[in-house]
């Protein structure tokens, strides 16, 4: 039996890809290890907690010692690392626990996974990243795996510091690696800071939907389980050494978008239509907001055959009517510190 490590996994994200690897590798046991960080949430799991090849271990990846032993116990075949601090405006007023969780914590992942795999045969190390560690954007052109790499924000320049010593690591030592580098991701269990859950939610309780700057930039949107089955195929046919990029090809302008967002709450609200857009409030813009993002997708779907499964119309109902359903997840993830989160971040702003 495999054994693989999902770092990350009560995630956003990871929760998408511990939930697949587990119902659809019956013969693998799915370890995962989170430390269980604001945005790490056990209730996104609870529909696969209790299957038998699935393993949850809480910890920290940025204390060496403790992913040493983990490694010891466990024996993994491979490592599926999505663990890391996430939100960019955190890591402009909180920059070192970025340094610490995404870098320290990357390269101590790598280095277990150096000392137990001395028999690198069968073995893979797998690191999830991101597109913003390419910078911005103008009007034109698409971020490739060959761009060179230009972050930003204190998370991208961790990020982009990982991917560095995840490829140093292969060069190096001959650990076999691959990475992806993905734009945004929405979908259910998002935690809501990022945007979509954020206004969602702000709409439902008919509070400001806080438009940084003019709403002008740019990102690329993904269904967040068609990011987990490019992880899966990445994983299991992904070329050791090589760098996918993985996107949507549906770039929208943040104001575009919150505007159709807008719409189509009022109309599942049943509220006068335009209620939702009078929410709508202009504030200070992100330090550092980097205008566009857009992947070109074309690497992965000529060498492993992928593409995104679903219309972004589909996607962002499927999404709006999920934190419909689910109003107690939201209430959970937003009581306690986040009330002090959001006062800082938006009601000061
Ligand atoms: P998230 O913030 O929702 O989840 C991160 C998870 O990592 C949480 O469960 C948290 O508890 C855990 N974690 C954080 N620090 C840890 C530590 N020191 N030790 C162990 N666990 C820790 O993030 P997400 O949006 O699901 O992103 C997951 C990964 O995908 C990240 O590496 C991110 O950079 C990358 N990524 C995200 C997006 C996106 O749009 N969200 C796009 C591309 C790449
Ligand atoms: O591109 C991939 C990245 O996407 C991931 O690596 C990050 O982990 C993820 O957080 C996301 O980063 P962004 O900064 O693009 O996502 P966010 O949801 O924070 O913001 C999306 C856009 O919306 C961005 O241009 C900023 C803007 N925004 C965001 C928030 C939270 C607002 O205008 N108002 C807001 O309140």
């Known amino acids: 039996m495999q054994t693989i490590l999902i770092t990350g996994g009560a995630g956003f994200i990871g929760s998408h890809v511990v939930r697949l690897f587990v119902n659809n590798y019956p013969d693998c046991r ?3 290890l989170d430390k269980l960080t604001y945005a790490g949430n056990l209730e996104n799991l609870r529909d696969v907690e209790n299957a038998p090849n699935y393993t949850f271990e809480k910890g920290d990846i940025v204390d060496a010692d403790f992913i040493f032993s983990l490694f010891e116990k466990y024996n993994f075949d491979g490592v599926i690392h999505l663990a890391a601090e996430s939100h960019v405006d955190r890591s402009i007023a909180n920059p070192m626990e970025f340094i610490n969780a995404n870098v320290i914590g990357t390269v101590n992942l790598l280095n277990a996974a150096k000392h137990f795999w001395k028999d690198i045969s ?5 690191h999830i990243s991101t597109d913003e560690v390419y910078g911005s ?18 998370y991208s320049a961790a990020k982009a510091s990982s991917d560095h010593f995840v490829r140093a690591w292969f060069h190096t030592y001959n650990l076999p690696v691959v990475i992806s580098n993905c734009s945004n991701n929405y979908g259910p269990n998002q935690f ?7 206004f969602i939610n702000n709409i439902v309780n008919m509070k400001p939907l806080p438009v940084y700057g003019k709403g002008e930039n740019i ?7 068609d990011h987990a089955k490019a992880i899966d195929l990445i994983y299991h046919k992904g070329k050791i050494g090589e760098t996918y990029n993985i ?10 978008l919150i505007k159709v967002l807008c719409k189509i709450m009022d109309k599942k609200l049943g509220r006068e239509p335009g209620t939702s857009e009078t929410l709508i409030s202009y504030v200070k813009d ?29 996607g962002l109902d499927k999404t709006i ?7 107690k997840w939201m209430d959970n993830v937003t009581s306690g510190e986040y009330q002090n989160y959001y006062k800082d971040q938006y009601e000061n702003r």
Do not use: C
């Open 30 to 32: 799915i370890v995962n």
């Open 122 to 126: 069968g073995k893979r190390f797998y």
């Open 137 to 154: 954007l103008g009007a034109d052109g698409l971020f490739t795996e060959t761009t060179a790499y230009d972050p930003r924000s204190p």
């Open 192 to 198: 809501p800071e990022k945007l979509l859950p954020l």
């Open 219 to 225: 990102r690329d949107w993904l269904y967040v389980i």
């Open 247 to 256: 996107g949507g090809h549906n770039e929208w302008k943040n104001i575009d």
């Open 286 to 314: 992100r330090a550092g907001h980097d205008m566009r993002y857009a992947i070109d997708a074309s690497k992965i779907k000529k060498e492993l055959g992928w593409v995104p499964s679903l219309q972004f119309e589909e």
């Open 321 to 327: 009517d999920w934190y419909l359903a689910n109003k």
